[in-house]
């Protein structure tokens, strides 16, 4: 290979990671994008808003003008009253809905929830933490198959799911916007095997489908909001610069929701910008050092919980 290749290879690989870095602090200057998906009488489809952030979501999309579906598994828990807005709600068991023997059931469900609705916008929020039930952090050897099977069917099979059977609400309500909550574990978590792995999942769906809905002229956009620590019920922690309380990842979610991805960047990024950095930082290193990084930082935590 030339010198000339050699610098025009050069070139070509600066010019990249300074349009990437460009598309990536300008996309935090943009305002919002949501209120081109509210439409008169418009409907939003929150996922896991029992508490904590989906809770925070369904909240916030009331005071911007959605009527809200709240899904979740606790009738009581789901029992909100938001001045000036319609909410209905889904009851649904995320983790075994979508089983053989209770598919049909759960289809009728959704189908009577959506029929009569203009439904332009759906935020998969719910999930099963890394928490639930062995502890933080723990060898995948320490599962047992009942608690690897809830963990994929209520992170993967209830999103695919789900988003499989609205799809044609979404095409005829266009434009619509899905939102996928994501994770920064998607970075490949030892001791978070599952998890970590189901919000990898996560991702390469949200592109994928974006990807094929562009490709169908459907005017259904896609988007994978990768978040960091988030202070829930579910999951409490000390707030900090990186840890946001459930309200706050709320808002900046629906900030940025619609304009992940602008100039033709990737349809996944972190809405809260100190968590864009840190998954910037990470993703920017060889996969040895991020690895000998997380390894490191996650055995201390591993040893905490036994």
């Not at 025009?8 to 919002?32: C, D, E, N, Q």
């Not at 009581?76 to 001045?83: D, H, S």
Request: aromatic share 10%; net charge neutral.
């Amino acid at each position: 290979m030339t010198l000339f290749s050699f610098l025009t290879l050069g070139y070509l690989t600066a010019l990249t990671f300074l349009l990437r870095f460009a598309g990536f602090i300008s996309s935090y200057l943009i305002p919002s994008k949501l209120p081109r998906y509210l439409h008169p009488g418009s409907w939003a489809i929150v996922t896991g808003s029992t508490s904590g952030l989906g809770l925070a979501l369904a909240t916030a999309l009331c005071s911007r003008g959605f009527n809200v579906l709240l899904h979740g598994r606790d009738p009581e828990k789901l029992q909100r009253v938001f001045p000036d807005r319609e909410c209905e709600i889904l009851l649904l068991d995320a983790a075994s809905c979508f089983s053989p023997e209770s598919y049909e059931s759960s289809q009728t469900k959704i189908h009577d929830a959506v029929t009569g609705k203009n439904v332009s916008l759906l935020i998969n929020n719910v999930g099963i933490g890394h928490s639930i039930p062995l502890g933080n952090f723990r060898p995948l050897e320490s599962h047992t198959p009942a608690s690897i099977n809830v963990l994929l069917n209520a992170n993967i099979t209830f999103m695919t799911h789900l988003t499989y059977l609205l799809l044609p609400t979404f095409s005829s309500a266009t434009p619509s916007l899905i939102l996928n909550i994501g994770s920064v574990a998607e970075l490949a978590m030892p001791y978070l095997t599952v998890y970590s792995a189901t919000k990898s999942y996560m991702s390469t769906f949200s592109k994928a489908l974006d990807a094929e809905m562009r490709a169908e002229g459907k005017g259904v956009r896609v988007e994978c909001m990768v978040l960091g620590d988030v202070d829930t019920p579910v999951h409490p922690m000390e707030r900090s610069l990186s840890v946001l309380s459930a309200e706050e990842a709320a808002g900046w979610v629906l900030e940025r929701a619609g304009g992940i991805g602008m100039w033709g960047g990737e349809n996944i990024g972190a809405p809260y910008w100190f968590h864009g950095v840190l998954w910037w930082a990470c993703r920017a290193q060889p996969w040895w050092a991020l690895r000998a990084g997380i390894t490191a930082n996650l055995r201390e935590k591993v040893r905490k919980d036994k």
